[in-house]
């Protein structure tokens, strides 16, 4: 099974500055398969990013992936109040894996 | 617009089983472009997968961790899937979301809001 481990935990930004967020895997990943979502308390999760950097309907453009092989890599331009939230990247191999999570919070 | 929503007990006893309905609305579950799957999320935890069923009924990549407690099954005449969980203990509480697994990039697409179960005596 493909572990995927999401640095940092914590990411404390403020409004308008640059975030960056890391999954890195412990094999290979297809960069086809790599994916990213946000997820708002009590709210399910949203895709943001397949096929590791193409945005999905309705995503602004601030929001950009990158990567391959085992380190990908979520880019968030200038955040907006609504980007302060959870982020998990997902890869999909024999089966599907989610990483730990990023939290990315108002500093 | 696809729609998913979760249903069945939110509190489950030890050593039961649990079990889960998604309906889905706005689009066939038969649509041969789609898997269907199943995520749970423990309280303040990330995102586990459980498995994913084809709309022929076949499932897939079921979370080896999992395999052995879990059926996943389909009935494309009320347009909905089920989720079945034997031997529950309070390590499975957690919230259980439904959701549409593209079949090209293998991506959740969209998502139930979720259902919490408890399992508790």
């Known amino acids: 099974e493909i572990v995927l481990t999401q640095s940092p935990g914590t990411l404390s930004l403020s409004p308008g500055e640059r975030a960056t967020l890391s999954c890195r895997a412990s094999q290979s990943v297809s960069s086809s398969y790599l994916a990213w979502y946000q997820q708002k308390p009590g709210q399910a999760p949203r895709l943001l990013i397949y096929?590791?950097?193409s945005r999905a309907t309705g995503i602004p453009d601030r929001f950009s992936g990158s990567g391959s092989g085992t380190d990908f890599t979520l880019t968030i331009s200038r955040l907006e109040p609504e980007d302060f939230a959870l982020y998990y990247c997902q890869q999909f191999g024999s089966s599907l894996t989610f990483g730990g999570g990023t939290k990315v919070e108002i500093k | 617009q696809v729609q998913l929503q979760e249903s069945g007990p939110g509190l489950v006893k030890p050593s039961e089983t649990l079990s889960l309905t998604c309906t889905v609305s706005?689009?066939?579950?038969?649509?041969?472009?789609?898997?269907w799957g199943w995520i749970r999320q423990s309280p303040g935890k990330g995102l586990e997968w459980i498995g994913s069923i084809y709309f022929i009924g076949t499932t897939y990549y079921y979370n080896p961790s999992l395999n052995s407690r879990v059926t996943i099954s389909i009935d494309t005449s009320k347009n909905q899937f089920s989720l079945i969980l034997s031997s529950v203990t309070a390590a499975d509480t957690s919230v259980y979301y439904c959701a549409r697994l593209e079949g090209t990039y293998h991506v959740l697409d969209s998502w139930g809001q979720g259902t919490l179960v408890t399992v508790s005596s």
């Open positions: 706005g689009a066939s579950i038969s649509s041969s472009s789609y898997f």
């Open positions: 096929a590791a950097s």
